[in-house]
């Protein structure tokens, strides 16, 4: 059984970064796929980016592209997502999700098994 806990959100004003976090516990990530989803109040979930743990790939959605970078850390078992020059407009609970032997290039959330309780982010103009 794999947990996910993600930590990291808060409030930061438009330009700012944050940095978001995902802990994992359980199976071994190696042959996960791991990815950030955000929600909007009133949105359903919505991929931002993806990794593949055993290669490193990555993919993004056109709004985190030049803006967010997904990463990994193989000894902790941690996940990444450090988000610059955020907008107004990347305020949302974001969450971390997973699943076995996925595609980074999964972007529905019914594809993911795995999912953490979400971390805030509130970005103010």
């Excluded at 941690?78 to 971390?96: E, F, G, H, I, R």
């Amino acid at each position: 059984q794999v947990q996910l806990v993600e930590s990291g959100g808060g409030l930061v004003q438009a330009g700012g970064s944050l940095r978001l976090s995902c802990a994992r516990s359980g199976d071994s990530f190696i042959h996960y796929t791991m990815v950030w989803f955000r929600q909007a109040p009133g949105n359903g979930r919505e991929y931002v980016a993806g990794i593949n743990w055993h290669d490193g790939s990555t993919n993004y959605a056109d709004s985190a592209k030049g803006r967010f970078t997904i990463s990994r850390d193989n000894t902790n078992q941690m996940m990444y997502l450090q988000m610059n020059s955020l907008k107004p407009d990347d305020t949302a609970v974001y969450y971390c999700a997973a699943k076995y032997a996925g595609s980074i290039y999964s972007t529905a959330p019914d594809d993911y098994n795995y999912w953490g309780q979400g971390t805030q982010v509130t970005v103010s103009s």
